[in-house]
Each structure stands twice: as C-alpha cells, then as structure tokens.
C-alpha cells in the first residue's frame, strides 16, 4: 500500500489530510515545520506602497500573516501590480480580493523570468516574505536597478519531532511531501538523525526544478516533481504514483 506522509505545517497538513481522505488515499499526518507571525516588536515599519510599486508575495504565508497590514494600502494605490509566486498564493490573494499575476515556474527562478519584473530600473518593489529564506530574487531585482524592499511578516519555527509514528508503516510504500528546499532539508536531517536513512530509498515529492536537485544532492532515491506546492500540485504528483502503469 502506498502512504503519503505530510510534513507542512498543521493546519495545511489537516487541508490537505480531508483531500487524502476524500479519495480514500492512506496517508499519516506529521508536520516538521510551524509558522508564526513575527511578534510587533521585531517587524520592521509598515511598507510604504506607491503607484509604480511591485507587490511580490512569496508563498501564501506571506498572505496570511502580510496582506492584513497591506490590504488597505493596495486597496487605495492605483497602478501598483501585484504578483504571487504560485497558484496557491495567487488563490489566496484572491479570495481576499486581489488580483496577482504568476509566473510560469513558481519560484524566485520563475519570478525572474516574468516581463513584468525584467526591466524595473528605478521602480520600488516590495517582497512580502517570511524571515529568511532565499536571497536570490531580492539581489537580482536590486542588480536591475530596483529599489527593493524585504518586508518579514513570519517565521518558520522547527519543532522537535518523533518519527516513531512512521514505525507502523513500515510494508508501506511511502511517499513524502517536502514542498519547499527547507521542509527537505529538515526531513533529511530528522530521518538522518533516527537512523532511518533507509528511508531516503522512498519517494519525495518536491515542487520545482531547484528543490527535486537537491533531493537527489541529498541522497534521495526517487524524488518526483509536482507542478508547484499547492495541494492540488502534492495531489495530482501522488495520483500519478498511484495509476497502474
């Protein structure tokens, strides 16, 4: 039997779980990461956003925990365009009534490849994200010459976590979930540090070109690609698995 087991924080793992069990498909619930907002006190001041301002939400986290403190801004400045990394934070974005345009790869590597962020000499552009992370699409858009500004409205938090919930599956074919290079990254170190690198032989779903290579960097067996990190991304990569051949 084939078993997804999903690593995302707990209320997408939860989402994602009422799909899963929907389609009859066995799965264990076992997130790796939380998100948490920054607390007031380490956010930096308030973005200001012009006319000729790019608004670029880097997942939909940055959505949930940014666009509170922004909507009215974007709701009253005319001209602004605003652009979201994937599917997932564009859907998000709209269900809170704004449009976004996405790129055909998402990730900072598909950003970069949008015209709308090709020549942006001397227009400010704002990314909305989560502590850390990728630097990439922040230096490149300020080596094109825009006035860049990184807006942190979250943060991931790494909870200790017990893999022994994965000792019942053991006759299962398992296929885990790593939607971002960190959540991977994470995975690799818990199953590592268990002495459950036999594991590495199962299937890791991943969504994008960057994230499928360093599964393979990191010892990864059969590392599958998804279209991007939605659910719908995560389920349609599972269903392929699952098709008789």
């Given at each position: 039997m084939?078993?997804?087991?999903?690593?995302?924080?707990?209320?997408?793992?939860?989402?994602?779980?009422?799909?899963?069990?929907?389609?009859?498909?066995?799965?264990?619930?076992l997130?790796?990461?939380?998100?948490?907002?920054?607390?007031?006190?380490?956010?930096?001041?308030l973005?200001?956003?012009?006319?000729d301002?790019?608004?670029i939400f880097?997942s939909?986290?940055?959505?949930?925990?940014?666009?509170?403190?922004?909507?009215?801004?974007?709701?009253?400045?005319?001209?602004?365009?605003?652009?979201?990394?994937?599917?997932?934070?564009r859907?998000?974005l709209?269900?809170?009534?704004?449009?976004?345009q996405?790129p055909?790869?998402?990730?900072?590597?598909?950003?970069?490849?949008?015209?709308?962020?090709?020549?942006?000499?001397?227009?400010?552009?704002?990314?909305?994200?989560?502590?850390?992370?990728?630097?990439?699409?922040?230096?490149?858009l300020?080596?094109?010459?825009?006035?860049v500004?990184?807006?942190?409205?979250?943060?991931?938090?790494?909870?200790?976590?017990?893999l022994?919930?994965?000792?019942?599956?053991?006759?299962?074919?398992?296929?885990?979930?790593?939607?971002?290079?960190?959540?991977?990254?994470?995975?690799?170190?818990?199953?590592?540090?268990?002495?459950?690198?036999?594991?590495?032989?199962?299937?890791?779903?991943?969504?994008?070109?960057?994230?499928?290579?360093?599964?393979?960097?990191?010892?990864?067996?059969?590392?599958?690609?998804?279209?991007?990190?939605?659910?719908?991304?995560?389920?349609?990569?599972?269903?392929?698995?699952?098709?008789?051949?």
């Amino acid at each position: 039997m084939t078993t997804a087991v999903l690593t995302r924080p707990l209320a997408d793992c939860q989402r994602l779980s009422k799909l899963l069990q929907d389609q009859g498909i066995s799965h264990l619930t076992l997130p790796i990461m939380e998100v948490t907002p920054l607390p007031d006190s380490q956010c930096s001041p308030l973005p200001t956003i012009r006319p000729d301002t790019i608004v670029i939400f880097v997942s939909a986290n940055a959505v949930r925990w940014g666009l509170p403190q922004l909507k009215v801004a974007l709701d009253q400045v005319d001209g602004c365009q605003v652009i979201a990394v994937g599917q997932k934070t564009r859907d998000t974005l709209v269900s809170a009534g704004i449009e976004a345009q996405i790129p055909e790869r998402a990730d900072s590597e598909g950003l970069l490849q949008m015209p709308a962020l090709e020549a942006v000499e001397r227009n400010d552009v704002l990314i909305v994200k989560g502590e850390g992370g990728r630097d990439l699409l922040g230096k490149e858009l300020t080596a094109r010459g825009a006035r860049v500004v990184e807006w942190s409205c979250y943060r991931r938090v790494w909870p200790d976590v017990s893999l022994t919930a994965l000792d019942a599956f053991a006759h299962h074919a398992l296929v885990f979930q790593a939607s971002s290079g960190e959540v991977l990254s994470r995975l690799s170190e818990l199953l590592a540090g268990a002495g459950k690198r036999d594991l590495f032989q199962s299937t890791v779903i991943v969504p994008s070109e960057r994230v499928a290579a360093l599964a393979e960097r990191s010892g990864w067996r059969s590392v599958v690609r998804a279209d991007d990190a939605s659910d719908r991304g995560f389920l349609q990569a599972l269903q392929s698995l699952r098709a008789p051949a």
